[in-house]
Every structure is written in C-alpha cells, then in structure tokens.
Nanobody, 122 residues
C-alpha cells in the first residue's frame, strides 16, 4: 500500500517561497504519478501539479503555472513542490497523492498524504 507523508508547510509572507516535500513508500506500477493538490476553506480540492516518476513529465494547473514547480528525486522516493511568489489566496492545506495516471480530478487519485498547512500573510 502506498503511503505519503508531506512536510514543509508553514507561515510565509506574501511574495515569499516555500518548498513542500512528500516522501512516498510502497510505490508500485499503480502509482506512476505523484501529484499535489490543495484545499482552501470552503472550496473543493484543487489540482496543482503532477509528475511521472519514470521520466519526470509534468503537468500544472492554470492557477499555479509559472509560480510553482514540481520535481522528484527517485533515489529518495520524494517529490517536491517549490512555491514562489506566494499570495494570500494560496493559503490552504496542501496534499500529495499517488495515482496510475495524471488526473486533474482528485477522485481519480488512489492514495493521499495527511496534508500540510500553508498560510500566506498579506
């Protein structure tokens, strides 16, 4: 069973940066992709980015293109989300997830981490 553990969240001022990490264990062929989502209060879970473990193909949601960068380190079974130029609207709980493919809808992702809080102050 795939397990994911996020870290790196916290409080940052607008315009600042954070890097989130997601350590993945138990990865199999059914978890070819790692993705990042977020959920802000009162909103649905939003797709941010995904990356294929094998060849590092990446996909991004429109709201974070040009500001967030997803990457992975296969040797460490760890994925990252580098977040730059943060805005108060980026405040949310951030989750990493695993799936066989890359999907923008959260219901198609099979395994989830517990989430890490990111708060951006103005």
């Amino acid at each position: 069973q795939v397990q994911l553990v996020e870290s790196g969240g916290g409080l940052v001022q607008a315009g600042g940066s954070l890097r989130l990490s997601c350590v993945v264990s138990g990865r199999t062929f059914s978890s070819n992709y790692m993705g990042w989502f977020r959920r802000a209060p009162g909103k649905e879970r939003e797709f941010l980015a995904s990356i294929m473990w094998r060849d590092a193909n990446t996909y991004y949601g429109d709201s974070v293109k040009g500001r967030f960068t997803i990457s992975r380190d296969n040797a460490k079974n760890t994925g990252y989300l580098q977040m730059n130029s943060l805005k108060p609207g980026d405040t949310a709980v951030y989750y990493c997830a695993a799936a066989q493919g890359s999907y923008s809808l959260s219901r198609f992702w099979d395994s989830w981490g517990q989430g890490t809080q990111v708060t951006v102050s103005s």
